[in-house]
């Protein structure tokens, strides 16, 4: 049987010998474990210089080796190119799922996209995953992943059987509000960067006006809407209660969003971090639909939007921080109950900064960062490896790197990034790359060796401290 999303374990036991390994003896390993050029999916010239730039500023061995190895990860092994109708198409597997979700494919791609105005071939690659993304979403906006053929039914055999509306392309039929917000984002820095009109043609229009009025049509003013999921499951995470729409709500005009980015049932229905990050990508998908489409009409019903939706966060998702102060909720039901916890899946609490949803100095954000890297919240770890976040996906004890990598994003002080690239290094248990998690106390126990999000985002990290903490990469991270 194929295992389910998570059940895929990354063949850790085979590779705790060479964890356990003392780190001298595994200084010789340091070889890159990229696939032979010939076998690589993609190769850009502009990231193999951004490759040799960043890793000549790294003075420890073994974190030049892990960026190698994580930073072109996705090209590598996870893009698949090609055309339609003599256009650019880009699908991008999650790694060890062969199928695209929305969120994963823009952030696995993000770390690449200050380069693509130096490469053609790169920048096609972008236009061509804008354009897929703009045709999944208009098969169902209410999908979160996609498989690669349009007309074939789900490879996935854990949601074969979901009592939902599924269509042809259809992987996975969860409806999380980052999976239309993702899309957004990414045109929007594609747009910022290059001003290059092509891939915002009338599909894709098309496709980013469904995902507004999917928004709206989410905040359930009228009825329960359209969408409902149930799935025969072990783990009540995977399913929908009330016949499959959710726990309910008060219809105060937020988005309704009934998966996290987790993949796993909200508690309460308005997600707090992901309606932010619309209020966020809203504006910005405004920008590219007045700038490079001349449509003021769907710029100002995307931003009527956002201003709704902000107001009524900044009244309804305020809570008690316990210390005079306020913070961000991470759920909430419109009727006064919330849940304070924090998943390190992005849309987080902590990743609105990285996200570009608040400032990196805000101090609503900061207080919130704060109190979700803390016992406050449920999630958070600590042991004898790390400490992180997690989140109820894989279970207790089990930190998610991803969590650790945005946790030294949002830093200022290098005692702290250092400790956070500290715990990278100890952590990838001889495998050079990130996992999707790992034990607190044993990082030979970790989930999913391929997982190229986690892989991406820590090459971003390294990138972007090459560029505002040049010293940190220059030193010593310790043993």
């Not at 279970?395 to 715990?423: E, V």
Request: hydrophobic content about 40%; charged content about 25%.
């Amino acid at each position: 049987m194929t295992p389910s999303r998570r059940e895929i374990l990354g063949g850790a036991g085979a590779l705790a010998l060479a964890a356990a390994l003392p780190r001298t003896a595994r200084a010789a390993t340091f070889v890159s474990k990229r696939p032979a050029p010939a076998k690589r999916n993609f190769t850009s010239p502009a990231i193999e210089a951004e490759i040799a730039r960043v890793k000549r500023m790294i003075a420890d061995p073994e974190l030049a080796w892990m960026f190698e190895n994580c930073y072109p990860n996705t090209l590598d092994t996870t893009v698949q190119t090609g055309t339609i109708d003599g256009r650019p198409d880009t699908f991008v597997i999650t790694g060890d799922i062969e199928a695209m979700w929305l969120r994963d494919s823009s952030a696995q791609v993000q770390p690449y996209i200050h380069l693509v105005g130096r490469d053609a071939k790169l920048k096609a690659l972008f236009q061509g995953l804008i354009q897929r993304q703009a045709r999944c979403i208009l098969i169902d906006p209410y999908a979160n992943a996609f498989d690669k053929d349009p007309t074939a039914p789900s490879k996935l055999e854990w949601s074969q059987t979901d009592q939902t509306d599924m269509k042809p392309g259809v992987a996975e039929r969860k409806w999380e509000i980052d999976s239309l917000c993702y899309p957004m984002r990414l045109s929007h820095e594609y747009w910022k960067r290059t001003r290059d009109k092509t891939p915002f043609d009338d599909r894709w229009s098309e496709a980013m006006k469904l995902a507004v009025h999917t928004f709206r049509v989410q905040q359930r003013k009228e009825g329960r809407g359209p969408y409902h999921f149930q799935r025969k499951a072990l783990a009540p995470t995977d399913t929908l209660m009330l016949g499959g729409y959710g726990r309910p709500t008060k219809k105060i005009g937020l988005i309704h969003s009934m998966f996290r980015p987790s993949d796993d049932a909200c508690l309460y229905p308005f997600l707090i971090p992901s309606n932010l990050f619309a209020v966020s990508v809203l504006r910005k998908i405004a920008q590219v639909h007045r700038e490079a489409r001349g449509d003021d009409a769907a710029a100002r019903d995307a931003e009527a939007l956002a201003d709704e939706v902000e107001g009524v966060l900044k009244r309804h998702a305020l809570i008690p921080d316990g210390k005079g102060g306020q913070v961000w909720a991470y759920e909430i039901d419109g009727f006064g109950n919330y849940i304070f916890m924090d998943d390190a899946n992005v849309p987080s609490l902590s990743g609105l900064a990285m996200l570009g949803v608040v400032s990196h100095d805000d101090p609503l954000f900061r207080r919130t960062a704060d109190l979700a890297w803390s016992t406050r919240n449920p999630y958070f770890f600590q042991g004898k490896a790390a400490e992180g976040i997690g989140g109820p996906h894989i279970g207790m004890d089990m930190i998610w790197p991803m969590s650790i990598i945005t946790h030294a994003m949002n830093a200022d002080d290098d005692a702290t990034i250092r400790q956070c690239l500290h715990w990278l290094k100890t952590s990838h248990a001889g495998t050079g790359f990130m996992h999707e998690s790992f034990n607190k106390d044993d990082p030979s126990d970790f989930t999913r060796s391929w997982f190229a999000w986690a892989n991406a985002l820590f090459g971003q990290l390294i990138v972007e401290l090459a560029e505002r903490k040049p010293a940190i990469l220059a030193g010593s991270i310790g043993a």
